[in-house]
């Protein structure tokens, strides 16, 4: 649990939403926001916000088998989005969280622009605190990364998405694209909030016996520590973007330890998301935290904000 | 709101309190690992962290704890990287684990005549559970039938329990199991002595055979071990209307049904569903799995 003293110096706000630690527990990671409760000393209060598992309109069974794989540095994943459906989630799941715990934000999905706008409508008559757009889910047929690997089509669902709610939206980049800083750029235009930064790379892993690729849906989304410096990059040059428009990011992508997410919120992140690590240590929130409250104590920092694009070029 | 489900697992640095070796590529390593050995149940497992510079745990099934002493004991066998790394940890070194996961085996008085079936590495949740029917309930007459393809993790002997039905000279048991009255028997292609050369099904169903019908409604299965297996067992299961119980695993990341990396295929009453071995499994009841035809 977070200490009086760090909970003071961690604390920040974000799109208007109080954030108890800079830290976000990312999409597709933790379930519906109670599955790492069952690990004695976890809590949701040790994270700023929650991140539901990405939610479409209809139910997904999502992909076969094999859905992960360890890969040098980081894993492999291809779930499909596997979700019980918009509707479910609100009136069922929603009223099991608990809304003092921490900030919980729902990952929209969809094949469709259409399908995007009314996955925001259901979620807009709810408790939720927070939309993430996900136009950059590398593991699904239609939609996904498909949008968001093209301004105009990334815009338009941002746009559609808009109109529906007026509760933050944070709009979910891909890696995997061109020009991140003109995709940023045509998201804030159609009303995007904040931004998470980056989703995984698309990758591949090979069984060289049978020739085949080990992940059932033959690739996958890379996460984990192997891609954290091409996170840091892409976090700071939209960040770039962002400054002049004030809008915050959350920066992710192979966060492991404190110097992860410190250098993440230098490069210009206001938050910090943390996925893969919880599968090595369910409990590295906490010691993220600490470490961050540490180094700002012995930096006479007193508050996050003060790090936040902190970042000293080399000429 | 239910939240019964939390604080259900723990988070321990657990030290090797013993190790040991066998051919084929097997080690059973002993953790002290009090939290969890007070609380496991046969069919769970540990998450095990098996070196600080791989970023996936492992999932290894347990086979035995030790409540007041605070132990468990884990049986593997090295098939990949995380494993190699498991199989060269020593006596006083720590480990990590997240336990005890997952969906334990269920059983009930009415099926007094319990058939354990474990395959290769799948052998450690039958033993595990062995025990807790025999030891503890002591209402119980298992008959547990252990296969592998490499030599058995342990010095086979000729049994001292009597077991009706099965076929001359397949009399070699697992001694653990054994000295706690339970009988055991063993199959392999190998040709190793006193042992059942054929698969394990084949043995079952020569008990099976070999019981009255009254016995024959006494009688259900669990089974653990590779997927062509667990899918023969729960034929068989199916021909001797018997219910069956299969422990499966899948590759996994957290461990905790936080991700959904681990599912598989499901038959459901509301229909095809995608079930997280790790805490909706790893047992399954062998008709969600293996839908009859």
């Not at chain 1, 109670?34 to 209809?58: I, P």
């Not at chain 2, 054994?178 to 079952?204: K, N």
């Amino acid at each position: 649990m977070v200490h009086k003293l760090e909970r003071e110096m961690l604390a920040s706000e974000f799109c208007g939403m109080r954030f108890d630690t800079p830290l976000v527990l990312l999409s597709g990671c933790v379930g519906f926001g109670e599955e790492y409760t069952r690990v004695s000393g976890f809590s949701n209060r040790d994270a700023g916000a929650v991140c539901l598992k990405g939610t479409t309109l209809e139910p997904r069974l999502g992909n076969p088998p094999h859905r992960v794989c360890e890969t040098p540095q980081g894993m492999i994943n291809a779930i499909g989005l596997q979700n019980p459906g918009a509707r479910y989630v609100v009136d069922e799941i929603l009223p099991t969280l608990d809304f003092d715990e921490t900030r919980f934000i729902a990952n929209i999905s969809g094949s469709t622009v259409e399908e995007y706008a009314e996955v925001a409508r259901i979620f807009d008559d709810s408790p939720i605190d927070a939309m993430e757009i996900n136009i950059s889910c590398p593991n699904v047929k239609e939609g996904g990364v498909a949008f968001g690997n093209d301004p105009e089509m990334s815009a338009r669902v941002v746009e559609a998405v808009r109109a529906q709610t007026e509760k933050p939206l944070i709009t979910k980049l891909s890696p995997n694209q061109t020009d991140i800083q003109e995709n940023a750029r045509r998201c804030i235009e159609a009303g995007s909030d904040a931004f998470a930064v980056i989703n995984t790379l698309m990758g591949m892993a090979i069984d060289v016996e049978s020739r085949t690729p080990i992940i059932g849906n033959n690739q996958g989304g890379l996460s984990g520590p192997a891609i954290k410096p091409v996170a840091l990059l892409k976090t700071h040059q939209v960040y770039q973007v962002c400054r002049e428009h004030g809008i915050p990011i959350i920066g992710q992508g192979g966060v492991t330890t404190a110097e992860d997410a410190l250098e993440f919120l230098i490069a210009g992140a206001s938050a910090v998301g943390v996925g893969t690590a919880l599968f090595y240590d369910p409990l590295v929130c906490e010691k993220i935290n600490a470490g961050i409250a540490a180094y700002l104590e012995r930096h006479a920092l007193n508050e996050m904000a003060q790090l936040v694009g902190s970042l000293v070029p080399n000429d | 709101m239910s939240q019964a489900h939390r604080d259900t697992l723990y988070v321990e640095d657990a030290r090797i309190l013993a190790r040991e070796a066998f051919d084929g590529d097997q080690v059973i390593l002993r953790l002290h690992a009090p939290q969890m050995a007070a609380r496991a149940r046969p069919g769970q497992f540990a998450h095990i962290q098996c070196d600080s510079c791989l970023p996936l745990r492992r999932p290894i099934s347990i086979m035995r704890v030790d409540a007041k002493a605070g132990w468990a004991d884990f049986l593997f066998k090295v098939v990949g990287e995380g494993t190699r790394r498991l199989a060269e940890r020593r006596v006083d070194e720590r480990l990590s684990l997240i336990a005890p996961i997952g969906q334990p085996f269920t059983y009930q008085l009415q099926h007094r005549r319990p058939l354990l079936i474990g395959g290769g590495v799948g052998m450690p949740p039958m033993i595990f559970l062995a025990e807790e029917m025999h030891a503890v309930t002591g209402a119980y007459e298992p008959l547990v039938i252990l296969g592998s393809e490499v030599p058995f993790p342990f010095q086979s002997r000729p049994s001292q329990l009597l077991v009706p039905g099965l076929p001359e000279g397949v009399i070699a048991a697992m001694p653990l199991l054994d000295d706690w009255r339970v009988a055991s028997r063993l199959a392999s292609l190998q040709g190793y002595p006193g042992t059942y050369e054929g698969y394990v099904t084949d043995l079952a169903r020569a008990w099976l055979d070999g019981l009255d019908a009254a016995a024959r409604k006494e009688v259900a299965v669990f089974a653990c071990g590779p997927h062509p297996m667990l899918e023969a067992v729960a034929a068989l299961a199916e021909e001797y209307h018997l219910p069956c119980q299969v422990s499966l695993e899948e590759f996994m990341a957290c461990g905790v049904g936080g991700c959904a990396g681990c599912v598989v295929p499901v038959e459901t009453p509301r229909g095809p569903a995608m079930q997280r071995v790790c805490v909706d499994g790893p047992v399954f009841d062998a008709r969600s799995v293996f839908p009859p035809a």
